[in-house]
C-alpha cells in the first residue's frame, strides 16, 4: 500500500528530474487540488515545475481544477501494473471512478505532462 501523502512529498524533486516534460510544459503555471478520499493535497506548478505540494485541509479553495478519487482508486491506480481501466486518469474519469472539476484548460492543455506527473508516484525510481 502506497503512503499517499510521503509519496506526494517526494513529487517535486522527482517529477523534476523529467527534464523533456517540464521543458515541453514552461509556460505552464497552474495549482490544482487532488483528493484521496478524505485527504486533499494541493500542487503548485511554476513554469513546469512542480513547486509545492500542501497537505489540505484548505479553507479558501485557492485552485484551478481539482482531480478526485477515493483512496481505493488512487492505490489501484498507483500500483506497479495497474489493471485495465485503473490504468490513466482519462479511462478513470470514463467509468466515473475519479472526477476532474473546475477550470480544465490547463489540465486538458497539458495532457500528457498531467498523466506522467500523475503516474510519477507508481514508479519510485523512474527519472527519464
Known amino acids: 500500500m502506497i503512503?499517499?501523502?510521503?509519496?506526494?512529498?517526494?513529487?517535486?524533486?522527482?517529477?523534476?528530474?523529467?527534464?523533456?516534460?517540464?521543458?515541453?510544459?514552461?509556460?505552464?503555471?497552474?495549482?490544482?487540488l487532488l483528493v484521496s478520499g478524505d485527504a486533499s493535497y494541493r500542487i503548485q506548478i511554476l513554469e513546469g515545475k512542480v513547486a509545492a505540494v500542501q497537505t489540505g485541509p484548505f479553507i479558501m479553495g485557492e485552485w484551478d481544477f481539482c482531480i478526485r478519487a477515493d483512496e481505493d482508486t488512487w492505490q489501484i491506480f498507483w500500483s506497479p501494473a495497474p489493471p485495465p481501466g485503473y490504468h490513466d486518469v482519462m479511462a478513470l474519469s470514463k467509468a466515473r471512478r475519479m472526477s476532474i472539476q473546475g477550470n480544465i484548460y490547463p489540465f486538458m492543455s497539458n495532457l500528457l505532462y498531467f498523466k506522467e506527473l500523475l503516474s510519477t508516484v507508481r514508479h519510485p525510481g523512474a527519472t527519464k
Not at 501523502?5 to 522527482?14: I, K, T, V
Open 3 to 32: 503512503d499517499i501523502q510521503e509519496s506526494l512529498a517526494q513529487l517535486p524533486e522527482r517529477f523534476n528530474k523529467k527534464l523533456y516534460f517540464v521543458q515541453h510544459a514552461k509556460r505552464l503555471n497552474t495549482r490544482f
